[in-house]
């Protein structure tokens, strides 16, 4: 078997490929997208070198696999639906999130301040994660002004958010017995 080059200078004049051969500019929007979901993944990859309880070691783990998939349709052209139906998220990997979310949040104790991006070195990764994935849903859609994008991939975007910061929340529970909250005595130095 032949090995495959790192590189192929076919990107030298600033154009990448989608799925399915179209070039667009490595500035679109699309690539905005799927290469923000990127990044989101490898933040992901530090935060599964933490010292982390096996099951949201694994819960990460799986999010990972699933945000492959989110980046490769949105790597996609509408028009290539063959492609887009072997990456389509499940709904029901949507509702297993929501029960994450719930799972978590019911053994942290009622918000009453805002929570600091902070809490300890693993809380404040997830919270690094969390914004990265707001970003990536900024991105998405602003795509969708201009194209289709899938509304499981939206609602999957916007709840894995939403995972993350009862992550954080439990996580500084967890590693440094509460959650650093905002002070609006400290406002000023």
Not at 44 to 49: D, E, H, K, R
Not at 129 to 141: H, L, S
């Amino acid at each position: 078997m032949k090995k495959s080059p790192i590189y192929t200078r076919r990107g030298d004049d600033g154009t990448t490929g989608l799925v399915g051969g179209t070039r667009i500019s490595k500035g679109h929007i699309r690539l905005e997208c799927y290469g923000t979901i990127d990044e989101l993944n490898s933040h992901i990859g530090v935060l599964l070198a933490e010292d982390l309880t096996d099951e949201t070691h694994d819960f990460l783990l799986r999010l990972q696999h699933i945000l492959f998939n989110v980046a490769g349709s949105l790597a996609t052209p509408p028009d290539q639906e063959e492609y887009l139906a072997a990456m389509r998220i499940d709904p029901t990997d949507i509702e297993k999130l929501e029960h994450k979310i719930d799972e978590l949040d019911a053994t942290l104790p009622r918000l009453k301040e805002f929570v600091l991006p902070s809490g300890g070195r693993t809380a404040a990764l997830c919270h690094v994660c969390r914004t990265v994935c707001r970003r990536a849903e900024r991105n998405i859609y602003r795509l969708r002004e201009e194209s289709r994008v899938d509304d499981l991939i939206v609602r999957f975007v916007n709840r894995l958010s939403d995972y993350f910061f009862v992550l954080a929340r439990t996580e500084a529970v967890r590693t440094h017995g509460s959650e650093v909250t905002w002070n609006r005595g400290y406002s000023t130095l």
